[in-house]
């Protein structure tokens, strides 16, 4: 049965280490993410994007992430594969949750398709949706 997580998360640490740069060019950008979930699902996350990020300061990235916390009464983990890109203040941020990734009593654990995504500029929380079910 398809169910929908809503949620809430702050970002508690962003560490953005450039790894290839070049003048007037875009840099090659490697930023590891910490978050604390309310709502739907508690717990925190480790998250890694690769970033391209721009002179003018908009972003493509790409990432993965692993929660570690609870999703409607079971443990686990689970991990989401990130998609988006950063542009005129605004976050666009596509997501969804890795086939077998899912540990302990989230194990089977699928988003559907499309999974989730978000739309945020800079906050102190940020929405979380992501549609799923149990194999």
């Known amino acids: ?37 309310e709502g739907d699902v508690e717990g925190e996350s480790s998250l890694e994007y690769l ?10 990235f790409v990432g993965v992430e692993r929660v ?8 686990g983990s689970f991990v989401l594969q990130h998609t988006g890109t950063f542009a005129d203040g605004v976050a666009r941020d596509s997501y969804e949750v890795v086939s077998g990734s899912g540990t302990g009593d989230l194990r089977g654990l699928r988003g559907l398709r499309g999974g989730g995504s978000f739309e ?14 149990f194999e």
């Not at 970033?51 to 493509?60: I, K, L, R, T």
């Not at 570690?68 to 443990?75: D, E, F, I, T, Y």
């Open 1 to 37: 049965m398809t169910q929908r997580l809503n949620a809430t998360f702050r970002i508690t640490g962003w560490d953005d280490q450039p790894y290839d740069e070049i003048e007037h060019g875009p840099k090659l950008t490697r930023t590891k993410v910490t978050k604390v979930f």
């Open 68 to 75: 570690v916390g609870q999703l409607g009464g079971r443990s």
């Open 51 to 60: 970033m391209v990020q721009q002179p003018d300061g908009s972003a493509a």
């Open 120 to 133: 945020v500029a800079h906050a102190d929380r940020h929405p979380f949706v992501l549609d799923y079910d």
